[in-house]
């Protein structure tokens, strides 16, 4: 579900959460961002110990942005269940940071197993 359209009552209705965001300047996008700032209030208290799980795509390090997340749900209680995914596009010029970014197959692929390991593990009641 895209960050600009994600209301609190989604987020809450949800039995948890894979944040994928791109890191710019050394932190979360603008709309996930937003996200959290509409959402984190209304959710203070309803959703401890619910699963999550990261994927974070940098021109180079990923970590601001990661730390950034990290943080923020560690005031609803989140359990990280799964290392967090840098997906490093290394795009250090001008011209590569600007140009249409194309994630490797491979990289795809992790992503969609982090995905079905988490709803595997909330189908089987293993988070």
């Not at 209304?42 to 730390?67: C, F, K, M, N, W």
Request: contains cysteine; glycine residues 10%.
């Amino acid at each position: 579900m895209p960050a600009a359209r994600t209301e609190a009552t989604q987020l809450q209705a949800a039995a948890g959460y894979v944040f994928v965001c791109p890191e710019n300047l050394a932190g979360m996008t603008g709309e996930i961002k937003e996200m959290f700032d509409r959402c984190y209030y209304p959710l203070l208290g309803r959703l401890e110990g619910r699963p999550y799980a990261t994927v974070i795509a940098a021109g180079s390090d990923g970590h601001g942005a990661q730390a950034q997340i990290d943080r923020i749900v560690k005031g609803w209680r989140l359990r990280r269940v799964a290392e967090p995914m840098i997906v490093n596009l290394e795009a250090q010029t001008p011209e590569a940071i600007l140009a249409p970014k194309i994630v490797p197959a491979g990289q795809l692929q992790a992503c969609r197993d982090l995905g079905a390991a988490l709803a595997e593990g909330l189908r089987l009641g293993i988070f």
